[in-house]
């Protein structure tokens, strides 16, 4: 049994070229990158965009509160106990509703709604079921597709009518990792039975999409607990599975000094721990997609990435086809063909400026011709493993792929970049030739793999 282990393992093993690995790269959610956003945008350059967004949209709206904080977490978020901070907050977010829906013109459809955070479940059901409505009664809905990330440790039974009644489908749960050990090295304690319950809910309220984000890399964590734990998600049958190597970058998340750095696996081990999740997530009957999302066969993500329909957004691999991409919230994102905004981070600014009634624009990029055309490639080969490249962009990224070329890892044939099958952890690398803005980011990113 153990040899027949140790065969698996070794044939789900990538050629491992730790030199190719060494430079941390984005994770191309968007491109340029949210590193690049700038404070040159103005509230009139986010009306504008607002404006001329007709068509299909897709719209996120952020929930910057969780009931208890992770120490690895790099979001946005900050702890729900003071009631009067949720209640502003919320009074800021149905303002901007109201603004966002007096800009767009009249052939705008919102065809999906995704709530993420931090929690949407930090709040209470009842003011979540009022921004539902708020949405429904001010913004063109056209039938649209619901997500939620929720936390499983604050999901009650009082979630699941109103799950159904905005008619979510597709839900994502914090999991992580079911190893009692390693919830406590990284601050968030859930016992397996609260993940089953959390599924037995969701599955009665209607949701037919179910992810689970998990991780290695954690501090302490062997290949066995890791095997252990997508034993036990693949069981519960969750649709997606989102398998992230833990970025430690306690110099720009504070929270994470919390975690023992020494403990941490290093590469190598990291390495493996990506190769062999892969092997056993696809055993167990999952699609990969991309480089480190999984789905089960039916399941759209699955049926994006088999018929060329992959995307790429803030929120990873997905089937969303919308050209534009509205974030609604403190810190929330907007992705416009030729414009991306960020709104401002701090919530307390965030709440200030809607209470003037302003848009809260705080960063931005214009996308040049030149990046979109970039981006396009990018998402190319990050989504479809190829992309075209004109012979002048590829003549300037030649210098930053031939190391890539020369392993095997990529090949360029009749104007076009093929990643071979043992190229899926260097795919980031492999992008960033393509990136104009990557000189130096050895401080601002996580580890390719
Ligand atoms: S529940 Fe999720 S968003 Fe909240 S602190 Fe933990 S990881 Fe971060």
Redesign the pocket.
Same mark, same amino acid.
């Given at each position: 049994m153990i040899g027949a282990s140790i065969r698996a393992r070794k044939a789900s093993m990538w050629p491992y070229h730790p030199s190719l690995l060494a430079t941390p790269v984005p994770r191309y959610t968007s491109f340029p990158t949210a590193a690049e956003l700038t404070p040159h945008v103005t509230e009139q350059d986010f009306a504008d965009a607002l404006a001329s967004a007709s068509g299909e949209i897709s719209l996120y709206l952020h929930i910057p509160f969780?009931e %208890?904080?992770?120490w690895?977490?790099g979001?946005n978020?900050g702890a729900a106990n003071r009631q009067q901070r949720l209640v502003s907050y919320l009074d800021a977010l149905h303002r901007e509703i109201a603004l966002v829906a007096a800009l767009l013109p009249a052939d705008a459809r919102i065809g999906r709604i995704a709530f993420g *955070?931090?929690?949407p479940n930090a709040i209470a059901p009842s003011d979540f079921t009022r921004l539902f409505d708020a949405l429904a009664e001010q913004l063109p809905l056209d039938d649209p597709i619901v997500s939620i990330?929720l936390?499983p440790r604050s999901l009650t039974e009082e979630w699941r009518p109103v799950l159904k009644a905005v008619g979510a489908t597709h839900a994502s749960l *914090?999991v992580q990792t079911f190893a009692p050990h390693l919830q406590a090295a990284i601050g %968030?304690i859930q016992p397996v039975e609260v993940i089953e319950r959390s599924v037995a809910l969701l599955r009665m309220a209607g949701i037919t999409s179910l992810n689970f984000d998990l991780m290695y890399g954690l501090p302490g964590q062997t290949e066995e607990d890791l095997a252990e734990t997508l034993d036990l998600a693949s069981e519960m049958r969750a649709n997606r599975i989102a398998l992230f190597g833990y970025a430690h970058i306690p110099h720009l998340i504070p929270r994470q000094r919390q975690i023992d750095a020494t403990a941490l696996p290093d590469q190598w081990a990291r390495f493996r721990m990506a190769a062999i999740g892969r092997h056993q997530l696809i055993g167990a009957g999952y699609q990969p997609v991309g480089f480190d999302h999984f789905a089960l066969p039916g399941d759209p993500l699955a049926q994006a990435a088999l018929s060329g329909r992959l995307r790429r957004n803030f929120q990873g691999f997905t089937e969303d086809q919308a050209p534009v991409l509205i974030g609604l919230g403190a810190s929330a994102i907007s992705s416009f063909p030729d414009l991306l905004v960020q709104n401002e981070k701090n919530s307390g600014r965030y709440r200030m400026m809607l209470s003037q009634n302003h848009l809260a624009p705080a960063l931005g990029k214009r996308r040049t011709k030149d990046d979109q055309r970039r981006g396009a490639i990018i998402e190319n080969l990050l989504c479809q493993g190829r992309t075209r490249v004109d012979a002048p962009l590829l003549q300037s990224a030649f210098e930053r792929l031939a190391p890539y070329v020369q392993m095997g890892l990529c090949a360029v044939q009749e104007g076009q970049i093929v990643l071979s099958d043992a190229a899926l952890p260097y795919a980031r690398s492999i992008a960033a030739a393509f990136d104009p803005y990557r000189q130096d980011s050895a401080r601002r990113f996580s580890s390719a793999v």
């Open positions: 969780c %208890r904080i992770c690895y977490c979001c978020t *955070g931090g929690s990330e936390d *914090g %968030r």
